[in-house]
Structures are given as C-alpha cells and as structure tokens.
C-alpha cells in the first residue's frame, strides 16, 4: 500500500505531493521535513530504502529532484522502479521535463500520476495508457 | 503492436476528438506554461525575503483569487479559472490553508467539462477526504457522471469516488459502480475495480455479494483490468487466503500467461513483461500456496523457472525475483527450491553488490532462515559484513536478521550486538524495537538467569527519552519480575543489582506512578531475601523522598484541579489519588517486609515514621499500613520468631505428600463421597476444546502429572526434557505472546551449536560470525537444555512452591488454549492491584490461620492470598481475560474455606496471640498455599490442631467422623 508520494528538489522545496491516506495537516509537514531531510542527506553509496516510523521510504534521485515514496508492505524495487516510470512519463509529455515543467504544469502532473497509482496502489501498465487520457483532455481543450 | 494494444487505442478517441491517436505515434508536446501572471505570482512567492513575507503575499493572492472566483462565472472565463486554480494548488504545496477553495473545486466539477471538469475533481481530491462534509456535496455529481455517456467523464467520476466516497456514502453510489463492471470499454471496467477496491477497504460487508462477479474478471485479456483486478484480489486473500484458495490456478495461468510473452511489447519494462502484476500475483501465490500443499507444488516449478533466468542486471528484474524468492519462502517448498534461494541471496549478498542489493538480500534471508534457521549459516561471512556497514538501514535489517536465527546458543552474542546497536542508534522507532526484540530473546532463549536479569538491567541502563521510557520500563520490570520472582535460584550479586536498579527507578524523578508501583511491590518482594546483605536504609531515604515529593505533587494538581470542576477532571483527579494511595501502601507494606526479614532496624523505622507519618494521606488503606506496621513495631520481640516462619522456611520440614490425611480421603471414599476434581480441572473440562485428561487418581500428587500429559508429550516432540517441576520461565515463554513470537516456529529454538566458518582472511569477522551463527549448522538438535534441571529445588519446600506455581501456569494455558496474542505492555497492569487486594482481606478480616509455636510451622490462609499472593507471580492473575473466571472459580472454593473457619473458631487467628495485620505481612510467605487441597477433604500438615480436623469434618456433609 503506497501512503504518499512527493516530488522534491534539491532545496528540499516540495513540488508534488500526494497523499493516499487522509493524514492532519500539522502531522503531515512534520513527516515530510523528515522525510525529505533523511532523503536529501543520505549518500549515494547508501541504498535507496529506510524504514521512518511505520512506513518504508523509498526515494530516487535524478539531476535535480528526488521523487519519494511512502509504502507499507511493498516489494521496494518495484517501488522504486515505479518512480522511475513515473519520470519516464512525465519525460514523454513533457519532452526531456525540467523542474520548470512540473512547477508550471502540476494539475498535469497530478493527472499522470492519478493515472499511475490509483488509491495507494500500482495501477501502471504501460507508458501510453498512463498518458493517453490526459492527452485527450488537451485535445479536447 | 499487439492486438489488445490496437483495440484499445482505436476505440479510445472516438468520444473527444476523431483524429487523434495516441500511442507511438502521439505528438510531444512542450507542455502549456501557465499565464504571465502564475508565473510572476510564482516567482514573488520564490523571492520572499522571509517566511512572513512568503506567508503575507500568498494570503492577499488567496482572498483576491476567492473574491474573484466568486464573482465570476466559473465556465464563461475559463482563463481565470484555470490561472486560479493552479496559484492554489501552488499554494497547498507550500502548506497554507487553502480549504476555503474547495467549494469553487467541487462548483468546478459539477459545471465543467473536459479539462475544467478534472481540474475540479483534481483539487477536490487534494483538499477533501472521506470525512470531509463537502463530501455530500459532491455525490450528485459523481452519480450524475457515472450516468453520462461520456466514457472520460465515467472514468472521473470512478477514480474520485474511490477516493473520497466514504463508508457512509458507498451504498448510494455502489449500484453505479457495478454497473460499470459491464461496460463495453475496458478503460472503465478498470477504474471501476479500482474502485471497488477502494470500497472495499472501507465497507467490506457491503460487498460480499458482489465479490462472485469478480472471478470472471480473471479470464480477462486486458493488462489494465488484470492489475486492477489482482490488486482487489490481494487484499481479499490477505484478509482470508482460505476462501481463495480454488482461485490459484487462474492467478498461476496469468503468471504462466505473462512470462509466455501473452502481452504486447508496450507492456514490458526493461525487457520484464508487466513486472507490477507479476508482483502482485506472486504476493497473491504466496499467501495462498501456504494454505494449500497441492497449489503450492503446482506453483514451485515456475518459481523456478522465474529464479533461474533472472538476471541480477536490471533492478525491475530483480524485484520480480525477490517476490519470487520470498513466495518460494512461504509456500512450503521443497529443499532443492530452497538451495536454489539461498544461492540466490548469496548473490544478492556478496561483496560487490550495492547497498540496495544487501538490503533486499538480507529482507529475503530473513524469511528463509524463519523457514530454516540452517540457511542463515551459509551466509555468514556476508551477513557479518553488512553488520559492518555504514548504512544504518542495513545495520537495522541485520539486526531483524539476527533476531529471527537467535537460539540458545547464540543468544548471548546476539542480544550483545543488538544492545550495542541500541547504544549508537538515534532512530527512536528502532530502539523501541531493539528492546522489544532484546526482551523477546531473552525471555525465550535464555540459558541462565543471572545474564537475563544482567541483560535486563542493560536495558534498564539505557538512556531512555520520556516518551518511551514508562512503556519500556514498565514492560522490562514486569519481565523481570516473572523470573526473579518465579525462580530461587537467582546468585544474590544479580539480585544486589537488581535491587540496586529498582531503587534508581524509585528514586528518578520522570518514572511514571505506575512504574513507581511496580518496582516498589516487586522491591517489596526481593529485598527482604536478601536480608543484611542490603543497606536498608537507602530504601528509608528514597521511600521518604518519594513520599513526600507525591504529596507535594498531589497537592499541585488539587489547586489546579479545584477551578474547573468537571466529571472528566475528577475521573483523573480519582485514578491519580488513587494511584497515591497504592504507592503509599506499598512503601509501608515494603517497610514491614523489611522490618521482618530483619534488615531494617527497629528504632531506624520508628524515627522515620515519626518525621514522616505526617506526609501520609488520610485514607483507610493507608492507614491500615501503618497500622500494621506500628503494631508490628511495637511488638519486636516476635519479631525474631516471625522471620524463621517466613523467610528461612526451608528449616522447617513439610509432610507434601500429606500422607496423614489419607486415612481420611479413604474414609471420606468409603462412604461414597466422590473424586473431587481440582480445580482447574474443572475448569478445563468446561472448555471442552482443550481436551485435558482428567486424573483418576486420589491421591493428591498425581494429579499434576496425569492433568498435564498433553502438555508434557507435545514438549517432548520438541525435544524437551521437561519435567514435572519446570521453572516458570518456561511456561511463561510458551504464554507470553507478543509481536516477534508469532513469526517464529517453537522448534526452531532447539538447534543446538555446531557453527563453521570457512574463510580464513579476517579473523574478527569469523569470530564474530562464529559467535553469532552457533547452532545453526546443518547438524542442528543435538542438545536440549532443559531449564528446569538448571534449577534444582533446593528442598522440599521449594519444590512445593514451584509445583504449584507451575500448576497455575499450566492451567492456564490450557484454558486459554494458548492463542491468545497478547500486548507486552498489557501484562503488569492489572497487576498492581493485589496490593489493594490484600489490603482489603485484612480489613475484611478474611484472614484465617492456626500455627503451632512449638515446631516454628506455620500454615496461614486468606481468601484472596492463595490467588494473589506476592510471592506467586503476580502477573499470572493479570495476563489473561481468562483471569476473571479463574478468579471466580476460586471464589467458590474460599468459600467453602470459610464455612469450615467459621465452623471452628479454634482454629482463627486470635487463638496465636497474634495480631491480624500481623500475620497478613508474614502469610505471603507462604504464598502458594493451594485451597485445592482443602477439595481433597485435607487442611494441615500433620501438625494441625486436631480441632481444624474436627471442624473439616463437620462442614463436610459427606465427610467420615474422625
């Protein structure tokens, strides 16, 4: 079960954040300053895994963001590996995305990933069914 | 491009626009940059100088932007809207309260269309949740979209509804939803499984009925709706594997199906088709392979297959081989599969693997080793070096590692490492769990008592943060008070520490009352065995200064308390005085023990009570104490005779087998009385599943041995040499549940030394490894140590005590059947109150007694002592909900007691000269008196008064004359 996910970037500033599971504003920000603090300073040689009170952290780094990822019973590879597809998409639509991109464009970023993991769970089958829907919204629009 | 791929494209577009076309062939698009004023507004926020000033330009945009929203027509000025509520959800991202937009987002949902319309939904998801009131609002609209014919809007509305439709909503909405399950699109009949999903979790009961239609779903070709439904399915067989079980099969096809390249080349992933499904179907396999021996062997040949050709190289492959790995751990595979395993975490776990690999290496050996602790020995080396990592994760992990091979030979090694660990950690979640897995070790493996209660004291030791401290406290000090109070064989040197370690919880400041308590009663209990050996008067100091500081505590909370006076202050108001009371007593009733045994002076406590009494509350059991304790030492003179009865009483000698009343059991017989059976054969009988065999025999001391055989032929499965008289730490380690204890398999503790190392190049690492792997070798069962042949009673009394001790332990668990999980912090609780207990016998008067001067014996009973007695392990009473009716049974027996006391007066307390509080201070001595003897028509040893037998006889309506 996936409880939250979040884009960061190297500043710690938060870009995306989604939450699977209802949690009290004051409870959440205290989680995600520690989250995004263990995940920023931890080495590259360290694995891409922590357990933070009840849930497992699982977090990638890429040039400048860090996608992060709170889960409870996963296999943590394949977590891991779901960030990296979710990046694959957001690299599609946005052709080679930069941290503009998600800044500028987060509803569409929120609607790929709605598109991804469905109520806390993997829901992702391949790139273009993650993609197809909200390129018929911009179609339509 | 396969052919499922080409259907679902070529039907998608149709609704929205006629030309387009997704897949390969979509155009990139640059994404669409938001308005000039979205990105100032951006870029202001950016630059804020500091926190306030960030905090003062969001609040004017927000109530700008609501002003306008409000004005506006949300559909006529589509720019407005969509600038609008992007700056919110910028907004949201920073933390700031942006609830009063979530009214425009559900306004937004309702009237948009496309784009706007998910807009709307979007913003509604992030602000709402289930709970949310504004969640009314937005069922027409869900309802109304689930009608439309518009498959987008359908697909909206399912994924909200899975989101935020709450218990109280889901069954206005779920006839929708299943209709949907019949769509022609597969798009939608795979939102709504997810969505059905997502009702699930929250009403289960409601879809019971819909759960049948669910198998068809298993036959589809479509990988969207294969997920969705896998992903329905693997809650459903976590939940109950067992109905399931007949699904196998089709999971296992899916499997086969994938793996055979059944899927388009769209749906793989660095070369692994749908390697999420796969996934979660092997989750699936594995918990239904372990409920089912036949589905387990179908499925263990493409686990094989599975783990052969994966390659190490792509990490997607290798989470395909994890699960398959840990599946293989638990559908009861066979040796080859399992060889194949550990060589596979072999690979995970060498030298040149990343830190990730370990990770997921050391996840996978942990499981194995719980299916056969051996395998752990294979990869000792590497499992050392990972103890060395830097990677605090991976430390951790090894740390669950070593907790789950622990054995009797390598326990002391590993709770070493583990308390080591403990000492460097700053994780606070690990610590906690480092001493639940320290104190689950040692009270399962321990070998000798002096290094558990060493152990213990470690932990004690620890720099504890005031959170957690009471809990863990209170959770070793109740463990600890289960051994040393079961067992006699404690060295005194541990025991002067353990003193010493109680006293220095006494004497802190931040220990909760509760803690206070607990190691005051189990002080109470230790201290005066001891005897000279201790300095008293350390105890005189603390008690004063807890005393005293209690008071002035007590006296704060009543000036703040007094003002507001509500029920629920009072209610908090009561438990802490009452909690003083308890204390208080405690003190008193550990100062008599004290006097008693000798090691406190006389005048020393009477100059004390002196200064002090003053401190004490005003209430009857506190009173009551130091009543006790004045009459007490105003009467020095017994005091020499009191403490030879009670704490060197293995001078005086007891006829156990109670011979001299056989003459009377046989009378009693003749005359057609019948067997009585004990109690807790009774007891047992009425819990007809626990299938105790009921002794025949009369004679008192076969019961135990007839009673239990079920118990004693299951130990001797597991190699056991259980005796008849087995400490109670061993009954206690097979009752005490708590969360490590139920992933283990008893007979993995067994596994006896024989560790090898075959490397030759760090000879620390393989010393420490040999320390650590003992007793996992592939010889394995050459040795049980029998705990109780470690405890050889010292005489005959003490046999007595452990007998009965056992007896009630033993009880126990075959009431309870032993499956009750129980909390670790639950067991010391309802302990405290047997001090109030007793307090309340003697005030009841309840005490009865008739002792012989002239041979220093003394035979002493109260009605709730035989149950409640200090020196019985008081936590037996507390443990199980089961204490209430074993309670109650003893009810009925003391009061049997009490008509045959009643009926000889002789027999009463007074006849002794001596006082009634008195004696109750000295009757726990002989804690383990068993009323159950009186069932058998027998009250004394052989010194008893010939009038107690008299009166037995009498109040027995089927009893011979004697």
New interface residues.
Partial sequence: MIQFILIVNKQGRVRIRRNYHHVEKNEQEQRDSAVINKCLTRTNKQCNYFSHEAVTIVYKRFTNLCLICGVTNENELAIQELLNVFMDCLGSYFQNVSELDIVYNMERVYMILDEIIVNGSIAFTSKERALIPLQLLDAGS | MSQI?EK??AS??KL??QS?S???N?K???????SQE??LF?KVVHQARSKSQEANIVQTELSSIQQKLKQSDLIASLGLVRSS??KI??CH???Y?VSCAAIHAVNLAQQGH???K??GY?LS??LL???HEMVMLMMATLIRDLKSANM?NN?IAL?VA??LVGEDNVPSILPEVIKKLRHSHELVR??AL?CL??FY?STPSLLQPYLPQLNTFLASRD??IL??VT?LFLILCQENAARFVNLGPSFLHILDQINHRGFGT??Y??MVP????Q??LLKILGCLGSMDAALGKAIAPLLQVLIEKTKVSE??S??VL??SVLTATQINADEELLHLCSRCIGKLLSSDA???M???GLRLLISLSRVKPSFAAQHQMAVVECLMD?????Q?RTMHLLHAMANQANVKAVCARLLEQMNKTVDR?FFTEAVHMISDLAERLAVDIDWYLDTYLNILDQKLSSQTRDDLIDLVISRMEKVSVDNNSISSDSLQKLIAALLRVINNYDSGQSVILLSLQLFGVLAPILGEAFSSTSFLFSAETLVSRLVSEWQQTKVTIIKPLSPSCKEVDDSHFENLINIQCCCLDTISKLVLSGSLQVDCVKEWLQTHKCKLLKHPSVSCCLDELEELLQHPEHLLLTSQIVFHSQKTELDMSLSFLDKLVVQNLLHGGGILKPMYIRLSEEKASCQVVVPTSSNPLDFPESGFSPLQSSAGENGNSTSLVSSGMTSSSLRTKNKWRDEEDEDEEHFLIVGGSDDESQRKHEEIAQELFAGLGEVGLTKVIGKVSKHPSKNNTKKWHNMWDDDDDQNHEHCITSSLGLHPFGICKKAQSFSRWHDEDVENGNLSCSLNDDSGLGFISSKSETVLSPLAPVSRLAESPMCNSFDSAHEDVASDTNVLYRSCPGAYAESTGYNQPVLSIYSEGFADFNLEKLNYGMTNPASASASTIDALTDSDPEGADS
């Fill in positions: 791929m679902t494209l998608l577009p929205l626009t387009f997704g897949g390969k979509m990139p698009t640059k994404g669409h940059p938001p979205v990105q951006m509520f992007t959800i910028f991202l920073l933390n309260d496309g784009y706007e998910r807009l979007l998801c992030l949740h289930p709970q987008a697909c994924m899975g989101e795979e939102k997810h999903r997502a979790r990988p969207g997920t969705a992903n769209n749906y992933y660095h749908l390697p999420w499904l996934v979660s990490p997607i290798l989470a994890v699960e990343s830190n990730g370990k990770y997921q830097e990677d605090p994760a991976i951790i979640q």
